[in-house]
């Protein structure tokens, strides 16, 4: 393994990952409306959508996809219209009142199943093309092409490892009863500005079709 290549994968994950994004809007929601469970769920999600994204660039798919203005611009209508959904469902959650409840009783919000959590951190990252890009670049650019494909292969564990951990210790802090309780009075305009960004995030994609 070339260490000085690792070196270079891990800082630029790194800087990706702790960014305000979907997966950062979504796992602070549902960590702060449901748990550290649900969080802990859809990271995992979000870390099988990074091994989904790492697939694409160890078999040339996503050279393929990125080359191709009409794949590219079918990846970006389905990810604006995904974000756009989740959005929109925060929004008349946040709209209908039902998350102000929060402060009165935590235990009283129930979440989605296991599956579904998992579903949407998949989904939300899987289908972000600025994370197909971000990982072709990284593929690309940083990684030389003489570097064995199992290293390759397990650069893109550890980045799906790395994503999760994080998301996991982010929903474990947001999701904790101690700091839903303290955030409770303020829960509603964290979930309106979620909403808020998960819209203009799926706007952005829509524009740039």
């Not at 969080?39 to 979000?46: A, C, K, Q, V």
């Not at 974000?83 to 009783?105: E, T």
């Not at 979930?191 to 829509?206: C, E, Q, R, T």
Request: charge should be neutral; proline fraction near 3%; hydrophobic fraction near 55%.
């Amino acid at each position: 393994m070339n260490w000085s290549e690792f070196f270079l994968i891990s800082l630029a994950h790194f800087f990706a990952v702790i960014s305000p994004g979907p997966d950062f809007a979504l796992v602070v929601r549902v960590s702060l409306r449901f748990g550290s469970i649900t969080g802990s769920w859809t990271s995992l999600g979000i870390g099988c959508g990074i091994l989904l994204h790492v697939s694409y660039c160890l078999l040339g798919v996503a050279v393929l996809v990125s080359q191709s203005d009409l794949f590219f611009d079918i990846l970006k209508i389905l990810a604006a219209l995904y974000m756009g959904y989740l959005a929109v469902g925060i929004l008349v959650s946040w709209r209908q009142s039902s998350y102000r409840d929060l402060a009165m009783d935590l235990e009283k919000s129930e979440g989605p199943t296991i599956f579904r959590a998992w579903l949407n951190g998949f989904l939300t990252n899987g289908m972000n093309p600025k994370a197909t890009l971000f990982f072709l670049a990284l593929f690309s650019l940083v990684i030389d092409a003489s570097t064995p494909m199992v290293v390759q292969a397990g650069y893109g564990v550890y980045l799906s490892a790395a994503t999760v951990g994080w998301f996991v210790l982010l929903a474990n802090t947001i999701g904790h009863d101690s700091v839903r309780k303290r955030l409770a009075p303020v829960a509603p305009y964290i979930d309106l500005a979620m909403g808020i960004i998960l819209l203009v995030l799926a706007f952005g994609i829509a524009l740039d079709i």
